[in-house]
């Protein structure tokens, strides 16, 4: 079998035993990118040579036999959210077209101290803003399971990449559904920690109450291996938890039984589809079967979450994205005076949504709408985590469908931005709680991958992965592979 | 609290966009139909209810006065457009005397 096709949690054993070298498993990805990604589009920038480099470090070290860090030698692809030192940093906007940037995230420090190898940067929308990926500056990612549809969004080029093997896994970064709607889009497993349990230090901010870095992957296994490299208190962003981190790889052993799972009422009403509704149901049966104890929570200010979500969200990007004015970096429109400056530079390098969205936010903080509408969706916020805290006193996971459909057709969406937004409507209520969430591959409609989101207390990844890795072993749709060799653009 | 093109002109103003007349027009019907939708939050009573700004039990965090290495000068305005004797360097902003 190809090695690309493999998860880490076989590859790594493959490598202690010198059956693979770094350098083999590298050129399997390399050799897969230029077969496929021409069509894909899952990377914004591959760095061959500095991969190939280390590559070369990681093979003479394991041929020395060397005491090594836990993911030596394994290639990683990046969402180009994430500040890559000296390596070309878009966030997928012409404004920041050719920037490189002078340091580290302290997720890229982490994954290097682990011994990964960064394979390239992936596409995304601009800003992290938009559920298609088709808000990318630089041209839409293509869902592998059908080039005509979309991989989801904003990380879709990392759902992409990973889910046709185009890298073993990868980060992508979610402020309100952007690792699990594309992972759930593309078929693949992906993770959004609790807030505060992953550094957000060199991540480009888009909305600082709710962003967090997490792991895309084929298995579960993996999700809690990549999260054990990021996870941990970092003195250099101030909203990190100073808490322990458990060992998630022990976590995933011990199964379902007597384990309280609540199936989210208001998920599995009106607007979802009916495939959808079915694998979801069967994905619940599936667990109930293992031992677990179902019943039905409730979660009525979901109803009100969409709006919440984009005011709170909006208004922080209206503000964050202030430092895109010309002068430290990125894009300038050269004009004699200052202001013009600020304000022709911007408007030629923001796409649309990203316009769209600092101009909702800037209203919402503007004088005479705040109470109306910031200050409210803040204390509509605490409905939602509310619902939430009330639900967990008698369960121990939520259930969700991930996103409301399957992969819908590039183009369909663009021209209506509330209908691209009722994608996120199941995962933005876990942002604006805080909590962690993660999207396992759970079936097909209509020949499309459908994910399950399972949602845990605050810093209880452990049960979380617990449960999904549990349903992983039971099942096996995390093995199915999108039909790639075949695929073509018409 | 009507959306017009007028109001889509100070907001942008507020935010340094310069809009093209063609997206003072779409954005001034967009943003009409997203804020529209967004008006169900009024249905709520939420006098009651404390905002969330943050979700965790936010503390102050403070590092021990100690210098530390910062970011290279050189490496920071290579990314500049436009820089000057180590500085960035940006349009005038005051009138000559």
């Known amino acids: 079998m190809d090695p690309a096709l493999l998860p880490v949690s076989e590859l790594l054993p493959r490598l202690r035993r010198r059956e693979l070298s770094p350098s083999e498993l590298l050129a399997a990805y390399l050799t897969r990118i230029t077969a496929h990604d021409g069509t894909l589009r899952a990377y914004l920038h591959v760095d061959a040579e500095a991969a190939r480099t280390e590559a070369r470090r990681w093979d003479e070290r394991y041929a020395r036999g060397d005491d090594l860090p836990p993911l030596a030698g394994i290639p990683i692809a990046v969402k180009d959210i994430i500040c890559t030192r000296g390596v070309v940093t878009t966030c997928g906007s012409r404004i920041l077209e050719g920037w490189r940037p002078p340091y580290d995230a302290t997720a890229m420090v982490r994954l290097r101290h682990a011994g990964a190898i960064l394979l390239g940067k992936t596409n995304m929308d601009e800003f992290a803003m938009g559920s298609s990926t088709e808000n990318s500056a630089f041209g839409p990612t293509r869902n592998p399971w059908d080039v005509e549809r979309v991989p989801g969004g904003s990380s879709g080029g990392s759902a992409a990449a990973v889910a046709a093997g185009l890298a073993p896994w990868a980060l992508g970064t979610d402020t309100g559904g952007s690792i699990r709607q594309p992972a759930s889009l593309c078929g693949i497993v992906g993770l959004k920690p609790t807030y505060g349990r992953v550094s957000r230090y060199g991540l480009i901010a888009y909305g600082s109450s709710l962003d967090q870095i997490g792991p895309m992957t084929r298995t579960v296994e993996d999700a809690a291996l990549l999260l054990q490299a990021l996870a941990g208190w970092d003195p250099l962003d101030s909203t990190t938890a100073d808490l322990p981190v458990p060992d998630y790889t022990e976590a995933l052993s011990g199964g379902v039984r007597g384990l309280r799972l609540g199936i989210a009422r208001e998920g599995m009403g009106e607007g979802l589809q009916p495939g959808v509704r079915a694998a979801v149901q069967q994905a619940a049966a599936v667990l109930e079967g293992l031992g677990a104890h179902l019943e039905e929570v409730t979660l009525p200010a979901i109803d009100y979450a969409l709006p919440t979500y984009y ?27 200052i202001v013009e400056m600020f304000s022709r530079t911007r408007d030629a390098g923001f796409g649309p949504e990203v316009k769209r969205r600092i101009m909702l936010g800037t209203y919402a903080l503007s004088a005479g709408f705040y109470e109306a509408f910031y200050l409210k969706a803040q204390r509509a916020r605490t409905l939602v985590r509310r619902d939430f805290e009330r639900a967990f006193e008698r369960v121990d996971l939520v ?3 991930t996103s409301p459909t399957v992969a819908f057709r590039l183009g369909e969406r663009v021209a209506d931005p509330l209908q691209m937004y009722l994608a996120d409507i199941f995962t933005i209520p876990v942002n604006l709680a805080g909590l962690p969430g993660i999207s396992v591959p759970c079936g097909f409609a209509d020949g499309l991958p459908v994910g399950l989101q399972l949602v845990g207390r605050a810093f209880d990844e452990p049960t979380v992965l617990r449960a999904a890795s549990a349903y992983e072993r039971a099942t096996d749709w995390h093995r199915r592979r999108p039909p790639l060799d075949g695929a073509r653009v018409s | ?58 503390a102050n965090v403070q590092r021990g006065d100690a210098a530390r290495p910062s970011l290279d000068r050189a490496e920071v305005l290579a990314a500049a457009p436009a820089q000057e004797d180590g500085f960035f360097k940006v349009p005038p902003v005051l009138e000559p005397a």
């Open chain 1, 399 to 401: 259930l969700l469908p």
């Open chain 2, 1 to 58: 609290m009507a959306i017009d093109p007028a109001r889509v002109d100070h907001v942008a103003r507020l935010a340094r966009l310069s809009l093209t007349g063609e997206e003072r027009a779409m954005f001034t019907e967009q943003l009409r139909n997203i804020l529209d939708y967004f008006a169900r939050l009024q249905e709520l009573d939420l006098t009651a209810v404390e905002p969330t700004s943050h979700v965790l039990a936010a």
């Open chain 1, 311 to 337: 005011l709170v969200a909006t208004a922080e990007a209206s503000s964050n994205l202030a430092r895109y004015d010309g002068v430290r970096h990125g894009l300038r429109v050269e004009v004699p005076d």
